[in-house]
Structures are given as C-alpha cells and as structure tokens.
Nanobody
Framework: QVQLVESGGGLVQAGGSLRLSCAAS????????MGWFRQAPGKEREFVAA????????YYGDSVKGRFTISRDNAKNTVYLQMNNLKPEDTAVYYC????????????WGPGTQVTVSS
C-alpha cells in the first residue's frame, strides 16, 4: 500500500476556487488509479474524481463535472484536484485514495482535508 497526505483545503466563498494536492509515498509503483472522495456531515461518502496513473484517463462524479479537474504529476507522485466555481454544497472533508493493480476497490486512504464553502 501507499501512504497518502492531502493538503490545500480551507475556507472559500461561493464561486471561488481551491486546489487540493495529494502526495503519495511508499509502494507507488503498485498504484493503478488515484481518486478523490468527499464526505459531508450526515451524508454518505461520495465519489468526486479519479485518474489512471498510467495513461491519465479521468472520471468525474456528476455533481462536479465541468467544475473540478483532476490531474497528476507522476514525477512528484502527486495528484491534484482543481475546484472552480465552488458551491456551499461542496463543503465536505475531501479524501485522497489509491487503488492498486489487481485491487477491486480503492485500498489506501489519506486522513482527509476540510473544504468549507461559505454562501
């Protein structure tokens, strides 16, 4: 497994932008896909975006399509989530996750970073 650490969360006004970063360390050669999830108080964890580590194909949840962009820097073992036109409903703890080759689901998780969008 890999170790993941998120950064870049904070407080922003509606309509603003934030960029989250997720630095991976450890067995990064085993990673097939990395993603972002979020969980708001009292709600289920929600898929936000994912990117294939090799090839770079991207995937987005419906609620963030057109506003969020996931990208990666393989040399830095870092994944980014650029969040634009933020809305109060984007308020949540954002988690970075990694899925190893052969794994059926994301099997490594970061501790999370808080994003708060004020109206």
């Amino acid at each position: 497994q890999v170790q993941l650490v998120e950064s870049g969360g904070g407080l922003v006004q509606a309509g603003g932008s934030l960029r989250l970063s997720c630095a991976a360390s450890g067995r990064t050669s085993s990673v097939a896909r990395m993603g972002w999830f979020r969980q708001a108080p009292g709600k289920e964890r929600e898929f936000v975006a994912a990117i294939n580590w090799s090839g770079g194909s991207t995937y987005y949840g419906d609620s963030v399509k057109g506003r969020f962009t996931i990208s990666r820097d393989n040399a830095k073992n870092t994944v980014y989530l650029q969040m634009n036109n933020l809305k109060p409903e984007d308020t949540a703890v954002y988690y970075c996750a990694a899925r190893d080759y052969g794994a059926s689901s994301f099997n490594s998780w970061g501790p999370g970073t808080q994003v708060t969008v004020s109206s």
